[in-house]
């Protein structure tokens, strides 16, 4: 979902 | 994963590669700002502190590990290593932390996605990241002399922000609610940051010319 998908930088 | 995002991620480990090499080689951190690494540790271990509560990918996960353990290893160089620590430029690197810490952490205690401890230490971290290298960009243009390897770990440091803006680009195209704008905004202030410094390091490359910062 897009809540987890936001943390998928570094 | 596109391209720019995975050329960015390799461009920011080989700025690792390179100031971890000039510190090696030359047993020298002169000309490096430690107050820069220690708030890119800092912004590290902010961002990352979901590191093993919030699994992504493997990738993610590594990147994460060598990014902190990098970033500790070269505090521990800068700060512990006999020879190399004499050889800091303490009196040249004053830029205060406290100019930088502060104002972040007033603007993610009000501007952040989630009112959570983790959210705002993350968005903190966002806005560190931002302006962090200033005290790096300060003591360049204070050395006299600047070594090719410094000059090229700041333009790579510089080089990441930049396609990290594309890799910013193509998703807001290519993925539905892809909108980050804490991120974009933050992303974009630390790539201007970096254009004085491509300016010089760009024409001294055409020039073939050592690189020097005017002050």
């Given at each position: 979902d897009d809540e987890s998908n936001d943390k998928d930088e570094l | 994963m596109n391209i720019f995002r995975l050329a960015g991620d390799m461009v920011h480990l080989l700025s690792f590669v390179v100031?971890?090499?000039?510190?090696?080689?030359t047993k020298s951190c002169r000309g490096i700002s430690l107050k820069t690494q220690e708030l890119y540790t800092l912004v590290f271990v902010c961002r990352y502190l979901d590191l093993f509560s919030n699994f992504i990918s493997m990738y993610n996960t590594t990147m994460k590990i060598v990014f902190l353990g990098t970033s500790f290893a070269i505090l521990y160089l800068m700060r512990g290593h006999k020879v190399i620590k004499v050889t800091y430029d303490r009196e040249q690197d004053t830029f205060r932390y406290l100019f930088l810490v502060l104002p972040c952490a007033l603007l993610a205690l009000l501007i952040h996605n989630a009112w959570t401890p983790f959210e705002v230490v993350w968005t903190f971290s966002i806005y560190l990241e931002a302006v962090a290298i200033l005290p790096q960009l300060v003591l360049l243009q204070r050395t006299q002399n600047i070594d090719n390897l410094t000059g090229n770990y700041v333009f790579l440091l510089g080089?990441?922000?930049?396609?990290?803006?594309?890799?910013?680009?193509?998703?807001?195209?290519?993925?539905?609610?892809?909108?980050?704008?804490?991120?974009?905004?933050?992303?974009?202030?630390?790539?201007?940051?970096?254009?004085?410094?491509?300016?010089?390091?760009?024409?001294?490359?055409?020039?073939?010319?050592?690189?020097?910062?005017?002050?």
């Open positions: - | 100031l971890v090499l000039k510190i090696n080689a080089l990441y922000r930049g396609l990290y803006i594309l890799n910013w680009i193509y998703r807001y195209f290519t993925e539905p609610h892809y909108i980050q704008w804490i991120v974009w905004i933050s992303g974009i202030v630390q790539t201007i940051l970096y254009l004085d410094f491509f300016y010089y390091y760009i024409k001294s490359w055409k020039n073939n010319v050592k690189l020097a910062l005017p002050s």
